[in-house]
């Protein structure tokens, strides 16, 4: 009951600010020196020309009636309005390319979480030791170039020299049979689907650039675990575990458990950064995720895909913050509801 009652505070909290930002990119967009009626009347339009494109695009109508008219398509029936480019639905663009971006963050995460942890922990169990050393060298070594450099890179090395992994050109292998959509999350669509020659070909593409990700993010989380597993095991609660003749493995749980929780933290903030900003390894490596396709219409002037893109990314932060708050109490037990 404590956990509902502070996920509906939290729900309050987030509408507000969900509703500011979509207001301040609707207008804000709107004041931009920028003139997307200009990429479809040419570059000597007549008057009529002008106005019968400001008219399909909704541009006629003074700003606050453009506004209200995309909110009441949000409230009414829940659409973000179609494209000037294609001229499809938002909605169907998005959830076409939504999933690419999470399934590709979701292992990126997975990946660095399983390589951090152990690292951190190894880490911290003898600082300045060789192993520190080596651990701190390869963290500062990772973050020390783009990820979209280390991503040519590694498609140089694994892709054409090594031919580990198939060359970057989508998410199949050419004569694959795509899984037929359910979920819209085609690793799990070939999982339930039993279609497991499209799974491996989909891991195959997945894999190159999650650990690009994974590469880039392991340096932070590693020094964040290797940190706060140093301080809780000078703190008094540890040393009276030691004292009291608890086995190291217990007090390894105890102290790994409290350090574990500012991780979270952490990742949640990483996670809103990368969701952004997976652009460039999707670029990198042909995914045609979230983050391309909001390039690509903001070079467009979509103004329609850019609102929605903007709205579903904030939605989607701010509910990965909710989640990670929740964990983070239910991690640490003195953190109150």
């Known amino acids: 009951m404590k956990l509902l009652r502070y996920i509906t505070r939290r729900l309050f909290i987030a509408i507000p600010q969900l509703v500011i930002i979509t207001v301040f990119v609707f207008f804000l967009m709107r004041l931009l020196p920028a003139n997307p009626v200009a990429g479809i009347v040419g570059l000597d339009p007549t008057k009529a020309a002008i106005h019968q494109a400001q008219k399909s695009l909704g541009l006629a109508a003074s700003i606050p009636s453009q506004f209200v008219t995309f909110v009441k398509g949000i409230f009414e029936h829940g659409s973000l309005g179609n494209s000037w480019v294609t001229g499809t639905s938002i909605n169907g663009e998005i959830a076409k390319h939504f999933p690419i971006t999470l399934q590709l963050m979701f292992l990126g995460f997975l990946f660095a979480l399983v390589i951090a942890i152990p690292l951190g922990v190894i880490s911290a169990l003898r600082p300045g ?65 039993g279609n497991f020659a499209a799974f491996r070909s989909l891991m195959e593409h997945y894999l190159l650039p999650s650990f690009t990700m994974a590469f880039v993010l392991t340096g932070p989380i590693v020094k964040m675990i290797r940190q706060n597993m140093i301080r809780f095991q000078r703190s008094e609660f540890i040393l009276y575990a030691k004292a009291a003749g608890l086995a190291p493995r217990k007090i390894a749980t105890y102290t790994l458990r409290n350090a574990i929780s500012p991780v979270l933290t952490l990742v949640g903030i990483l996670f809103g950064f990368e969701l952004g900003g997976a652009v460039l390894i999707e670029t990198v490596f042909s995914l045609n995720g979230l983050g391309q396709y909001a390039v690509e219409r903001t070079l467009a002037l979509d103004y329609p895909a850019i609102q929605g893109v903007v709205l579903v990314m904030t939605a989607f932060s701010l509910f990965v913050y909710l989640v990670m708050d929740v964990l983070y109490s239910l991690i640490d037990p003195r953190i109150s509801y």
């Open 129 to 193: 030791g060789r192993l520190d050393r080596g651990i701190f060298v390869y963290g500062m070594f990772a973050g020390a170039a783009p990820d979209f450099w280390w991503g040519l890179l590694f498609i140089l090395l694994f892709v054409f020299t090594a031919h580990i992994f198939p060359i970057p050109v989508g998410l199949l292998s050419p004569g694959t049979t795509p899984p037929t959509s359910i979920t819209g999350f085609s690793l799990v669509d070939s999982l339930i689907t």
